[in-house]
């Protein structure tokens, strides 16, 4: 089954500044794809060559198997956007709003855009102007849910909003991925993609420095590990397993921080007399920060890095 996001080598440049570079992404059908970076990492630039808004400098980017500048009429029908900063009609009110967006599309099922006003708790009368960051941005999320895309595009979509309202866009998210739709999802939020992506690529400086599952992005991360021995063990019994680093011994217990695997640790601990062990996972927020810091050092030791254009 082909990607439902297709990007090979996407590059976008500002005239001297940096946009993105060399971006390679494949997003699968059904899945929720979390796009993690800091603001000016080049989140919001990837999703505008995506959605055709600007054109890349070089590469290529697919959506349905589609060129996204071949024919991005055919790609935006099937496509529910939330941009990261947005403005709409002062003098409309939230109703007149989603109504008039709903129009644009047609064919909609007016009682699931109620049902959405209703869980995200939005008062429809008020005018535009009047709602704050958070109900401004449950009008745009409920103007891209409501016609049910087979894919959504969502730029930092929990900006402004309460916990109880993430949660509840969670949920959202988790039955969408049920119905067999997908989710692009852009945020600098670690937890909000922890919490709910299956895969996550991680830009800096506009070039993916890692992409994978979020477990699989934890377990290359350093585990803290704590063995406790009926008897004391000598420390250089765990010196030359791969990845073992920070060893420290306090009487029967051997404290470390091992990279990638931990069975083998596992292995050479129960061959003595073993009576506890504690392994605390990374989150994901860990696993990041620790990416940037190893990048950031490569990125020193190599050429300059051109100043970026803010996305």
Not at 22 to 47: M, Q, S, Y
Not at 101 to 123: C, H, P, Q, T, V
Not at 255 to 272: C, D, E, F, K, S
């Amino acid at each position: 089954m082909p990607p439902i996001i297709q990007a090979e080598r996407l590059t976008k440049r500002y005239g001297i500044h940096r946009g993105i570079t060399e971006v390679d992404l494949e997003v699968r059908e059904g899945e929720v794809f979390g796009f993690l970076g800091p603001n000016g990492a080049g989140k919001t630039t990837t999703i505008r060559i995506l959605l055709d808004l600007i054109r890349p400098t070089s590469g290529t980017a697919r959506v349905f198997g589609v060129l996204s500048s071949g024919d991005p009429v055919a790609i935006h029908r099937r496509i529910g956007y939330l941009p990261g900063e947005f403005t709409l009609y002062d003098r409309l009110t939230g109703s007149e709003t989603i109504e008039y967006f709903a129009n644009l599309r047609g064919g909609l099922d007016r009682a699931y855009s109620k049902r959405l006003i209703e869980r995200l708790d939005l008062d429809p009368s008020r005018r535009f102007s009047e709602y704050s960051k958070g109900n401004k941005q449950k009008v745009g999320l409920i103007c891209a849910l409501q016609h049910r895309p087979d894919l959504l595009i969502l730029d930092e979509p929990t900006a402004g909003l309460d916990p109880l309202v993430q949660q509840t866009f969670n949920e959202i998210l988790f039955e969408a991925k049920e119905e067999g739709r997908t989710t692009f999802l852009s945020s600098h939020i670690i937890s909000e993609v922890e919490r709910t992506c299956d895969r996550v690529a991680i830009i800096r400086a506009g070039r993916i420095v890692r992409l994978d599952t979020v477990g699989a992005l934890r377990e290359m991360a350093a585990h803290e590990v704590e063995l406790r021995f009926g008897e004391a063990v000598p420390m250089a019994l765990f010196a030359d397993v791969p990845g073992v680093t920070n060893l420290v011994q306090e009487g029967r217990m051997v404290r470390m921080l091992v990279t990638g695997p931990i069975a083998p640790v596992v292995r050479l601990a129960a061959q003595r007399d073993l009576v506890d062990f504690v392994s605390r996972e990374p989150t994901l927020e860990e696993v990041f920060l620790a990416e940037y810091e190893t990048s950031g050092r490569a990125a020193a030791s190599a050429s300059p890095v051109e100043p970026a254009a803010g996305l």
